[in-house]
């Protein structure tokens, strides 16, 4: 559609006087009439109007795409991301339109497979929030291409991307800390991801000596911390953390959190899937994978629709007998199953228990009977135990894992990537 010159001239004054008329009427307007007159005002009065617009096409959206599908919301979205790029450059909310706009238009691409023409769309996200930010506003859009560039394996840039962010967080936050660690571990620079955990970690102990976070916390911090500082070869630093989360998990089996928390189970789940992406095939931009280390709400459709889809064909090769064609072992499966039934059962509260227990319990069977990962797998259980306040059975758990990494062999929990 052209919408240069003065467009203005070849608009019937009836259909503008019928516009103004529905939205000036007593009547609750529909979305489809709302959408309808402000698509004729915008064209008279694109200063006043193609911010309703967007505004309008975007809801217009949302129920389309609910009653039949996102092929049918795509094209409202689309048309609302072409009004806000015509929205004035000087207008105040122009960024936050347009990104809201190209946030709604990318996410329905990536659910329908789409994902260079959404990777395209994250960029102008990226370059919008950079231009935005220039300009002295609070506007960031870097976060979103950040993951699709992790999902496609390119760590090295997702991590460059997060920290440019990073500069604008006014302190420590859990999520941004951990995706920037995340990307930062994926693209080989330890220590890098370890300066940034660390600054989580630092942050976190000062926070339980006022109460205003909660000890589980930090013995999650404390072990991830832990098997980062092993995959440095930093093994002495990593026995210390091991040391004082254990020292926080005798306090946790002795009297409980000091205070009571709202769920915080999506914590422990991310830092846990995040310790198992080595048992899962690195991303590629042929196959996407998951940006581990971010919450999975932010992932792309397409990616976690694959990620859980996969969970039955995991169960199967877990139930096989071992030596019977394992891909990659039956512990490897066992981890990649559990692991994935822990991020899908993470909003589930304290109804996780009874469902993720006896994955754990084999998980550890496998590894005393195999001889292999067992400090690994005692050390997932312990953290899972403490997600549903079993500290009495996490800190007997952890305690064995801590006592063998301190025996002989030295052997790092994590498995080598």
């Known amino acids: 559609m052209n919408h240069s010159g003065d467009i203005s001239q070849n608009i019937d004054q009836d259909t503008v006087l019928r516009a103004r008329t529905m939205l000036l009427g007593s009547g609750r307007l529909g979305l489809p009439q709302e959408v309808e007159a402000y698509r004729v005002l915008a064209k008279v009065s694109p200063a006043a109007y193609l911010p309703k617009l967007v505004g309008a096409l975007?809801?217009?959206?949302?129920?389309?795409g609910r009653r039949r599908g996102p092929e049918r919301e795509l094209v409202l979205y689309a048309e609302a991301v072409d009004a806000a790029r015509r929205i004035?450059?000087?207008?105040?909310?122009?960024?936050?339109?347009l990104l809201g706009a190209l946030r709604d238009y990318?996410?329905?691409?990536?659910e329908l497979g789409r994902r260079?023409?959404?990777?395209?769309?994250?960029?102008?996200m990226a370059e919008a929030g950079r231009i935005a930010f220039e300009r002295g506003q609070v506007a960031y859009g870097g976060g979103r291409l950040a993951i699709v560039l992790a999902e496609e394996g390119r760590h090295g840039e997702a991590a460059d991307l997060l920290a440019r962010g990073a500069g604008a967080e006014p302190e420590v936050s859990?999520?941004?800390?951990v995706a920037r660690t995340a990307e930062l571990e994926a693209a080989g620079r330890h220590e890098e991801a370890v300066a940034v955990f660390t600054g989580l970690v630092d942050d976190t102990r000062r926070k339980t000596e006022s109460d205003s976070t909660a000890l589980a916390h930090l013995v999650w911090e404390l072990v991830h911390r832990s098997r980062m500082l092993d995959a440095a070869g930093r093994h002495g630093e990593a026995g210390a953390d091991r040391r004082e989360a254990l020292a926080v998990l005798d306090r946790l089996a002795e009297s409980g959190e000091p205070r009571s928390w709202s769920n915080i189970l999506s914590f422990w789940s991310t830092l846990y899937a995040l310790s198992a992406r080595t048992a899962e095939p690195p991303a590629t931009p042929e196959a996407p994978a998951p940006a581990f280390g971010t919450d999975l709400l932010r992932w792309s459709r397409d990616v976690r629709k694959a990620y859980f889809d996969g969970i039955p064909v995991l169960e199967a090769e877990a139930a096989r007998p071992a030596g019977e064609g394992h891909p990659a072992g039956p512990t490897t499966a066992h981890h990649r199953l559990t692991a994935r039934s822990a991020l899908l059962r993470e909003s589930h509260t304290h109804l996780i228990e009874e469902p993720l227990r006896p994955l754990f319990d084999e998980e550890v069977a496998l590894a005393r009977r195999s001889a292999r990962e067992l400090t690994r797998t005692l050390t997932d259980r312990a953290m899972f135990l403490i997600a549903v306040k079993r500290y009495g059975e996490a800190r007997a758990d952890f305690a064995e894992a801590v006592g063998l990494l301190d025996g002989a062999d030295r052997t790092p929990i994590v498995t080598p990537t």
């Open 116 to 124: 260079a023409e959404g990777r395209a769309v994250c960029e102008e």
């Open 106 to 110: 990318e996410r329905t691409l990536f």
């Open 88 to 97: 004035g450059a000087d207008h105040p909310r122009r960024t936050d339109l």
């Open 58 to 64: 975007g809801r217009y959206g949302d129920e389309v």
């Open 174 to 177: 859990f999520w941004p800390a």
